[in-house]
Each structure stands twice: as structure tokens, then as C-alpha cells.
């Protein structure tokens, strides 16, 4: 279950990050400066994330707390389209120069999605853990499907769902798939006891 | 195992990769990676031209005779021109909006001397390629403007009369500007007796052909088609008024215009090519948006009309 939803955040963090470009474009562009600005402000959400979701991993954590870390994401990409128009609108007027408008735009519209879906990895480390021994390979096994699952992600967005629907339309799609992933997390104790008995 | 890794290294070194296919005659001027693109200038030494790439192999961005530097080469090029034939009168606000070798703005400048001409290019190299290798020049009345064609036209507060629309990334038009809502937004600086002349490059119609006929025609009342000689080229023309244009009204226009301006084409045989869209309309086709626009897919799909 776990390992799904890994897979899944993994994926959804650049699947938004390709329909991040296409969402930009009418006000900005489509230059280099505009994907400069997107890959750094995600790269920025995913450490300050993975810096965060440590910390808070530590805090009594449990799959209950894991489901509103991503239902938070979940509800911001499900209202996406109500606030990316004027956001980037907004920006367009203002007019700050060819650089900083495209990455004030993607600071405002894809960085706190992208923080909470760097926590995501941290913390599912945290409960996956069931001992010191192995904790190694649980580790590597969520980096890895994390990866995968953003390789998975670009390809699909880029090759084909572009292709057959509107970007509004994928993105609320996106919100919606992690809301409903996220509900069970709710209601579930998936928590690994390790109980530190070293 | 190993020594199969040297032969490949080795067979690297002896033939390195092959930047150019050329023709013997043809020499590399300059390459250069811009910004935006790939951009090489070569010259055909036996032939005296000059071109502008901007892909390793095949496609042509521009092209020059060094004889005769101001004559229009590529057929398109000469065709946009029929939207002359268009205005009541003569233009006196134009705007193109990709420069490439200049070209187009040139002749316009150099046959309306008068009128104001407005050029938006992306790629500062490029512009400075086009000067430096293409005879391009600008003047007080022919600038060209760095930036976005789109944030442009958005910003704009000037109306044109003839808006040319030749934006290309290689062999594709920027998918922000093929959308309705770009349209729109070309509309709206647009006089009411302006015209938008659109190059589209289509070689075997495809999908993306029949997409932009039916995101023109969801924006503009009329589009008129220009078919090229060769394959695949297509320029479109769209006016903002409603009052429908026959081929006999634009072609006595065109040949009013060749007496006085006596371009070095022949303006009235361009334009008796002229077609409205009705043969090409297909409602099957998706109407391009902002938010779904699959230019590059498109591209490489065959029409489905029938």
C-alpha cells in the first residue's frame, strides 16, 4: 500500500511538473528560462520537503497524519484551475522581466505542492521501518520506486495524456488521485513498531 | 570485451560526428547553440546562396540569393503577400512575428517604405544572424523587437493592419501560438480591416493542418487558403470583417497593386490560387486551446477527413 502511494506521489510530482510547463506558456513562454524556472522551484519544494518531512517524521508519527500530507497537495491540484489563470495572469500585468516572472509564477503555483510531496518520502521511511537491520534496503526500495514512479510520470504526461486531454483536466485528475489514495491512510495503523529496543 | 570498447572509441575518433550532409559546393559559415536553438548559415558556392538552419539535416529556415539578396525565395514567403490584396489600402502598421533571415519584413520595408513595420523575434541570435549574414537592416521604420511573439501581441496597445504569423521552433509552431485564445488575443490588435497571413507547414495533411483550419474559422468569421506549388506549404489568410471575399475581387486588387508596385513576382498568379476553406473544413478536428494543444503529436498524424 505504502509502496504504491510512493510510487504514485513519485509520479505526480513530475506528470504536474510537464503540465507545470504547458500552464506557463500562454503568459511566458515556452524558453528555457520558463523550464529553469519550473525544475528549480520543484527541486526547491522537494528538498525543503524532504528536510521537513524528516523532522516531522520524528514527531509520533502515523499513516493517519501520512493521508493529510497528501490530501494537502491532493485538494490544491483539484482547485488548481481556479487560482492558476489569475495567479499567472496577475504576474503577466506586473511584468517584473523575462527571468523572474516565470519564477515568481511557478513559486506562487507548484512550491508548497511540491514541499508536501517531498515529505511524502521521508516520512514513509519513518513507518516503513520495522528494523535497524533492514532499514537499508526499505530505504533504497522507496528511492527507488519514488524514481520510477517520476520516470513513469514524465513519460506518460509527455507521451500520451497530453495528448488525449486538457491540462486542467489532468491536473484535477491528479488531485483526485491522491485524495482518494490518501483516504485510507485516515483509517488505517500502518505503523511499523520498532519501539526502539536498541 | 575491452578491446571491442577501444574499436568503438576508435572508430569515433576516425569518423567524428557528421554535422552536416552538404552538397560539395556547400560551406559552413557559422553554427552557433542560441538560447532557443541549433542555427547554422551555409552557402552554396556554386549556386550563390545562402541558408539558415536550424536542424542537423533536411529543412531550410531561410534562404537568399547573394545575386539578388532581396528577392523572395521560398514560395510562402512570396505568397503571404496576397494579403495586400486584402486591405482597402495601402498598410501603414505591420507586425511580424518570428524574424528568421528577415526576409519578409525586409521586402515589405523596401516596397512600403512608408509603412511601420514591427518585428518580434525570441532569439536575439537569430536577429543578429539575420544582420550579419542575411542583409538585414533596420531603420526607422523596420524594428525588430526581442522577446515572446505572444506576450507581444498581449501587451500591445498599437492595432496593425496586416499581422504575419511565422513563428517557428524548427519545423513547429510554438503550441502556445496556435491556440484560439492566442487568436483571440491577435484579434483584438488587429484593425477592422486587418488581415492575419499564417504560413503552415503541412507537408501530407495532417492532423495539425485540419486543427488549425478549425481554430482559425472558431476565431475569425473568413479564412482564405493559399496552397503552395510544392507540398505542404499553406498560407492562410484571415480577415477580421465580415464581408466575404471572391477570388475576382482579390485578383483585380492584386493586379492593381503589381502595376504600381511592380514586385519581382508575379502577385496575381499567387493569388489565383486562392481557395476559401470550406474544401478543407473538417468538424472532426479538435479546436486547439490553451489547455489542449498537441502540436507535436499532430504533426506526425495523418487527416483523418476524408
Known amino acids: ?198 | 570485451m575491452l578491446q571491442k570498447i577501444y574499436l568503438i572509441i576508435f572508430c569515433f575518433i576516425l569518423f567524428p560526428f557528421e554535422g552536416f550532409a552538404l552538397e560539395p559546393a556547400e560551406k559552413l559559415l557559422m553554427e552557433r547553440n542560441s538560447l532557443y536553438q541549433y542555427i547554422a548559415v551555409t552557402e552554396d558556392t556554386s549556386k550563390h546562396k545562402r541558408y539558415l538552419r536550424n536542424n542537423k539535416k533536411g529543412l531550410i529556415q531561410g534562404v537568399i540569393s547573394l545575386d539578388a539578396p532581396g528577392k523572395l525565395l521560398f514560395e510562402y514567403t512570396q505568397t503571404s503577400f496576397v494579403s495586400l490584396a486584402f486591405l482597402q489600402m495601402n498598410p501603414t502598421d505591420v507586425l511580424f512575428a518570428g524574424l528568421g533571415i528577415g526576409a519578409m519584413p525586409g521586402y515589405m520595408n523596401r516596397y512600403y517604405p512608408e509603412a511601420n513595420i514591427d518585428v518580434v523575434e525570441i532569439d536575439t541570435d537569430i536577429i543578429q544572424v539575420a544582420k550579419e549574414y542575411f542583409y538585414f537592416k533596420e531603420n526607422k521604420n523596420l524594428m525588430v523587437h526581442p522577446g515572446d511573439a505572444r506576450q507581444f501581441i498581449k501587451r500591445s496597445k498599437k492595432k496593425y493592419d496586416i499581422i504575419f504569423l511565422d513563428a517557428y521552433q524548427s519545423d513547429y509552431i510554438p503550441f502556445h501560438l496556435t491556440t484560439v485564445e492566442f487568436l483571440r488575443e491577435v484579434k483584438n490588435i488587429l484593425e477592422d480591416n486587418g488581415v492575419v497571413v499564417s504560413n503552415i507547414l503541412s507537408p501530407n495533411r495532417n492532423k495539425f493542418f485540419d486543427s488549425m483550419i478549425m481554430t482559425y474559422k472558431k476565431v475569425f468569421p473568413y479564412l482564405y487558403i493559399f496552397k503552395g506549388k510544392t507540398a505542404g506549404n499553406f498560407v492562410f489568410v484571415v480577415t477580421k470583417s465580415s464581408d466575404l471575399k471572391d477570388k475576382d475581387g482579390i485578383e483585380t486588387i492584386a493586379k492593381k497593386i503589381q502595376s504600381l508596385k511592380k514586385f519581382d513576382f508575379d502577385l496575381p498568379e499567387t493569388v489565383s490560387r486562392f481557395e476559401h476553406s470550406m474544401a478543407y473544413e473538417w468538424s472532426g478536428a479538435d479546436i486547439l486551446t490553451d489547455d489542449f494543444a498537441p502540436v507535436n503529436l499532430y504533426k506526425y498524424q495523418d487527416s483523418e477527413a476524408k
Open chain 1, 1 to 198: 500500500m505504502i509502496y504504491f502511494i510512493v510510487f504514485i506521489c513519485g509520479a505526480v510530482v513530475m506528470s504536474f511538473e510537464i503540465l507545470g510547463s504547458r500552464i506557463l506558456a500562454p503568459n511566458f513562454g515556452n524558453s528555457v528560462f520558463v523550464w529553469g524556472s519550473l525544475i528549480s522551484i520543484f527541486l526547491t519544494g522537494l528538498s525543503a520537503g524532504y528536510y521537513l518531512g524528516g523532522r516531522i517524521a520524528d514527531i509520533r508519527p502515523s499513516s493517519r497524519k501520512l493521508g493529510l500530507i497528501i490530501i494537502a497537495p491532493g485538494v490544491l491540484l483539484l482547485t488548481f484551475p481556479l487560482y492558476s489563470g489569475p495567479v499567472s495572469d496577475w504576474i503577466f500585468m506586473k511584468d517584473i522581466g523575462v527571468r523572474s516572472s516565470p519564477l515568481l509564477a511557478s513559486a506562487i503555483l507548484f512550491l508548497v505542492p511540491s514541499v508536501f510531496l517531498g515529505i511524502v518520502s521521508p516520512y514513509t521511511a519513518k513507518l516503513m521501518i520495522c528494523s535497524l537491520h533492514t532499514s537499508g534496503k526499505t530505504i533504497g526500495t522507496l528511492y527507488a520506486l519514488s524514481t520510477f514512479g517520476s520516470i513513469i510520470g514524465t513519460l506518460v504526461t509527455s507521451f500520451y495524456l497530453i495528448t488525449v486531454a486538457g491540462v486542467s483536466f489532468l491536473i484535477m485528475g491528479q488531485g483526485i488521485l491522491l485524495i482518494v489514495l490518501a483516504m485510507p491512510l485516515l483509517f488505517m495503523n500502518l505503523r511499523c513498531n520498532i519501539n526502539n529496543t536498541e
